[in-house]
C-alpha cells in the first residue's frame, strides 16, 4: 500500500549535520504516522524519533537525540525528513523510514531499505 525510499545518508564528521529524506508512494500519504528507527553493527533496532498522520501536530523522540534531530513531514511532497545536527559516533548506523496507517507503532507495518549514516570522530 505504501512503499518507502529513504535518501540522504553518508559520511559526516562529528559534529556535523545530515539530513535525511523518506520519499513514500501513492496518494494517502498524509493518513501515516511515520517514524524512523536506526540499527548500528551488533546492536538491536532501536527508536529514534515519530511524527503523527495528517499535519504532525505530534513528535515523538529517543532521549538520545532529543534536542538535535528534527523529524518533520511535507505531505505534498509526500516525504518525511530527519535533520540530524551536532551528529555523534555513536548515531552511526543504518537508518531506517517507517510507516504505519493512522497510527504510531513500535512495530509499523511498513519499511523502507535503509540508508547508512556513518559519524567519523
Known amino acids: 500500500q505504501v512503499q518507502l525510499v529513504e535518501s540522504g545518508g553518508g559520511l559526516v564528521q562529528a559534529g556535523g549535520s545530515l539530513r535525511l529524506a523518506c520519499a513514500a508512494s501513492g496518494r494517502t500519504f498524509r493518513n501515516y504516522g511515520m517514524s524512523w528507527f536506526r540499527q548500528a553493527p551488533g546492536k538491536e533496532r532501536e527508536f529514534v524519533a515519530a511524527i503523527s498522520w495528517s499535519g504532525g501536530a505530534t513528535t515523538h523522540y529517543a532521549d538520545s537525540v532529543k534536542g538535535r534531530f528534527t523529524i518533520s513531514r511535507d505531505n505534498a511532497k509526500n516525504t518525511v525528513y530527519l535533520q540530524m545536527n551536532s551528529l555523534k559516533s555513536e548515531d552511526t548506523a543504518v537508518y531506517y523510514c517507517?510507516?504505519?496507517?493512522?497510527?504510531?507503532?513500535?512495530?509499523?507495518?511498513?519499511w523502507g531499505q535503509g540508508t547508512q549514516v556513518t559519524v567519523s570522530s
Open positions: 517507517a510507516a504505519d496507517y493512522l497510527s504510531l507503532t513500535t512495530n509499523p507495518a511498513y
